[in-house]
C-alpha cells in the first residue's frame, strides 16, 4: 500500500527549515528517502531502520517512528540546492520491494 | 564507476508499434528493478529481478508489456502494442543487498 506523504508541496525561503512526513497503514520495516530534482533520476538520501534510529546528511536529518508506522524528513536552513521532489520508500519486511509515495515537491526560492 | 546506464533517453512513437527500453546496471548488483513515473500515480515498480530472475512481476499493467534479463549486465522491458496512455517516464535501478537502489537516468516515452 503507498505511503503519504505531507505536505504535497512547500516553497521555503533560503535559511529556512522544513518537515516533511511519510505515514503508513501498515507495519514497516524501513523506510528511505530520496530526492529528485526536475528531469533527472532519484538519489538516494539514506535508510531508516525500525528501532527509531534517526539519521542526518549534511542538514538533512530523518526520524522513524515505528510504532506510528511514521517517518520524517528534517531540511535545515535549506540550501537553494534543496530544490527537488522528495520520495519516501517503505519496505515492509526484509527484502521487500519499495513502495514510494508520491512526493512532495520543495522549491527554495533565494 | 559507471552508474545504470539507460536507453534510448527519449522515444517517440506512434501507437500500435513495439518499444524497447534497455538498461545495463551497475557491475555487482544483484537486484534489478523497473519503475514507471508519471504525474498521476507517482513512481511505480512494474518487475524487479534478482540475480537475472524475476522475482515480482505483479506491478506489470497488460500482457502488453513484458520485460528479460538475459544476463547480469542487461536488461529489457518492451511494450508490444503500445498505447498513449504508456506514455510516462520509465526508469532502471539496480541495488546489491537489496538497498539503496541507484537509479538510471530514464527513458521518457510518448506514444503518440
Known amino acids: 500500500q503507498q505511503p503519504v506523504q505531507s505536505p504535497q508541496a512547500v516553497i521555503l525561503r533560503e535559511g529556512e527549515d522544513a518537515v516533511i512526513n511519510c505515514s503508513s497503514s501498515?507495519?514497516?520495516?524501513?523506510v528511505h528517502w530520496y530526492r529528485q530534482k526536475h528531469g533527472e533520476a532519484p538519489v538516494f538520501l539514506m535508510i531508516l531502520l525500525k528501532g527509531g534510529e534517526q539519521k542526518g546528511h549534511e542538514k538533512i536529518s530523518a526520524s522513524f517512528n515505528e510504532k506510528k508506522q511514521q517517518s520524517s524528513l528534517y531540511l535545515t536552513a535549506s540550501q537553494l540546492s534543496y530544490s527537488g521532489t522528495y520520495f519516501c520508500g517503505t519496505e515492509r519486511g526484509g527484502n521487500t520491494p519499495l513502495v514510494f509515495g508520491k512526493g512532495t515537491r520543495l522549491s527554495v526560492i533565494a | 564507476d559507471a552508474g545504470v546506464i539507460q536507453s534510448p533517453r527519449h522515444e517517440v512513437t506512434e501507437m500500435g508499434q513495439e518499444v524497447t527500453l534497455r538498461c545495463k546496471p551497475i557491475s555487482g548488483h544483484d537486484y534489478l528493478f523497473w519503475y514507471r513515473q508519471t504525474m498521476m500515480r507517482g513512481l511505480e515498480l512494474l518487475i524487479y529481478f534478482n540475480n537475472n530472475v524475476p522475482i515480482d512481476d505483479s506491478g506489470m499493467p497488460e500482457d502488453r508489456f513484458s520485460a528479460k534479463m538475459p544476463n547480469a549486465s542487461f536488461s529489457t522491458l518492451k511494450i508490444q502494442p503500445s498505447e498513449p496512455r504508456d506514455s510516462a517516464v520509465y526508469f532502471c535501478?539496480?541495488?546489491?543487498?537489496?538497498?539503496?537502489?541507484?537509479f538510471g537516468d530514464g527513458t521518457r516515452l510518448s506514444i503518440l
Open positions: 501498515k507495519a514497516l520495516y524501513s
Open positions: 535501478a539496480s541495488s546489491r543487498d537489496y538497498q539503496p537502489q541507484h
